[in-house]
Structures are given as structure tokens and as C-alpha cells.
């Protein structure tokens, strides 16, 4: 599996009476295959302002390579994808549980995930061989 790219959003209120602004969406494409998939991690948005409690990091963004800054939010569905690769067959993924959020976290190699992260910022994309690469143990 090649990761192609990783991102997160801040989702903002279509209309008045929605509660899209309570919420954030992480997103990662990956070639499978041959085939270009995108997972979509839906997830409220106060865990993202609680990841020091799930993870080492300490400031948004959570990396700089050169110019380019990396967000917590970027790396949530990455994060998702390296710990249940079930995923891949989805498209879409709800997260409101703060303990399925913290589960994602737990056993991540996040001195790995970061090299991830660079390479996908440096080179465009990244090849992930096995999970289990990123994950020290299983939790």
C-alpha cells in the first residue's frame, strides 16, 4: 500500500441549525492495488484538542519538514489506517468515543509515524508495507 497523502479539516457549519462546527474530518489516500482509495475519519473535535493526553506531542503542529506544517488533525486517519487496517475497505469512519480515540494511539511508534509523515510531505507519498511496522504492540 503507497499512502499518497494526508489531511485534516476544521468542518465548518453549512447552516444554522447543524452542528458540523463540533466536529473535525481527517483523511488519508492510498494506492491499492492500482486502485486510489480515501479513508475519511469523522471525530469531535474536542479530542483533537486534548491530543497531548493521547500522544507525546505537546503543540500544534505536530511536525515541520521545511515549509510544510503538520496538524494533529492531518495525521488522525493515518493513525486510524496503521492501527486498523480494516479500514482500507471504508470510506467512511465515526469516531465520538474518547476511548476508541485514545485506542488508536495506544502502541503507535510515533518516531516512525513521523518519518511516515515525512516521507509522504518530501516525496509525495510513502510505501507501508505491514502496519505493524508503526506499532510497537498490540493493544
Known amino acids: 500500500m503507497i499512502i499518497k497523502r494526508c489531511k485534516g479539516y476544521e468542518l465548518e457549519k453549512q447552516?444554522?441549525?447543524t452542528s458540523e462546527d463540533f466536529f473535525n474530518r481527517?483523511?488519508?489516500t492510498f494506492m491499492e492495488n492500482g486502485t486510489e482509495k480515501t479513508v475519511h475519519i469523522l471525530y469531535v473535535r474536542f479530542f483533537?484538542?486534548?491530543f497531548d493526553r493521547f500522544t507525546?506531542?505537546?503543540?500544534d503542529p505536530i511536525f515541520s519538514f521545511g515549509v510544510h506544517d503538520v496538524s494533529f488533525k492531518d495525521i488522525v486517519a493515518l493513525?486510524?489506517?496503521?492501527?486498523?487496517p480494516a479500514y482500507k475497505h471504508r470510506k467512511r469512519v465515526y469516531i465520538n468515543s474518547e476511548r476508541e480515540f485514545e485506542d488508536i494511539f495506544k502502541g503507535l511508534?510515533?518516531?516512525?509515524?513521523s518519518g511516515?509523515?515525512?516521507?509522504?510531505?518530501d516525496n509525495g507519498g510513502a510505501e507501508v508495507r505491514s502496519s505493524?511496522?508503526?506499532i510497537i504492540q498490540t493493544v
Open 116 to 121: 511516515l509523515v515525512q516521507q509522504i510531505v
Open 15 to 17: 447552516q444554522s441549525n
Open 56 to 59: 507525546p506531542y505537546q503543540q
Open 132 to 134: 505493524h511496522e508503526y
Open 109 to 113: 511508534d510515533f518516531h516512525k509515524l
Open 48 to 50: 483533537n484538542e486534548q
Open 79 to 84: 493513525a486510524c489506517l496503521l492501527k486498523n
Open 26 to 28: 481527517s483523511e488519508v
